[in-house]
């Protein structure tokens, strides 16, 4: 199980351009125990696509994860409320 929640939510939408789209990513628990980095992406509204990246440490997961944040930040997406995390942990 993993340490710690990693769950983010994040939309890009600009009607001018018809543009809507959404990305999220989570560290999920693999059956073996390892750590997956799981994201999906696509056109809000439709199923999109999917990819998992497996970590043999969470931590290792956690610096992939917080590297696709940082990517999408500059891309223009913005997170969309808390994606279910704690926010008083």
């Not at 809000?44 to 998992?52: F, L, N, P």
Request: aromatic share 12%; glycine share 8%; with cysteine.
């Amino acid at each position: 199980m993993a340490l710690y929640p990693f769950k983010l939510y994040c939309q890009r939408v600009d009607a001018s351009r018809n543009l809507a789209r959404y990305y999220m990513l989570s560290i999920e628990t693999t059956l073996f125990g390892e750590a997956a980095v799981v994201r999906a992406w696509g056109r809000i509204g439709s199923r999109g696509g999917e990819k998992r990246d497996v970590f043999s440490t969470e931590r290792d997961a956690a610096s992939h994860f917080l590297e696709l944040v940082r990517r999408k930040r500059q891309r223009g997406y913005t997170p969309v409320g808390t994606c279910g995390n704690s926010m008083n942990a």
